[in-house]
């Protein structure tokens, strides 16, 4: 992709993979579900888990799999308020950049 993404709408990417799951979802899955999406490591999506963990919007627990602990995310109440507002104001600023963008100059 040749945009660059910010750090607003990769944590608003994120919220939204980890809503699917009501129970929640794993680190591994999260950033295979946003890599298919986004051209970004493993090493900067998990400092974003941490720091919506670290805001409130996620809380994290452990499942054993496999005789392993696996981490869980799942999105808090301040979490599923805070996606409804990256959700609201994605509808608005990507119709508007969609707006200028097919009002540009075209072929010539």
């Not at 799951?21 to 950033?31: A, D, K, L, S, V």
């Not at 696996?70 to 301040?78: D, K, N, P, S, V």
């Not at 805070?82 to 100059?105: D, F, P, V």
Request: glycine share 8%; proline share 1%; with cysteine.
């Amino acid at each position: 992709m040749v945009f660059n993404t910010g750090s607003t709408l990769l944590d608003a990417i994120v919220l939204a993979v980890v809503s699917k799951e009501r129970e929640g979802t794993y680190g591994y899955r999260i950033t295979q579900e946003v890599q298919a999406v986004l051209d970004v490591s493993d090493s900067t999506l998990y400092p974003v888990l941490r720091r919506l963990q670290k805001d409130g919007c996620l809380k994290v627990h452990d499942r054993e799999y496999a005789g392993r602990n696996r981490r869980y995310y799942q999105l808090t109440e301040l979490g599923y308020s805070q996606l409804a507002m990256y959700q609201a104001e994605w509808i608005s600023y990507s119709s508007k950049i969609s707006a200028i963008l097919a009002s540009g100059r075209k072929g010539t």
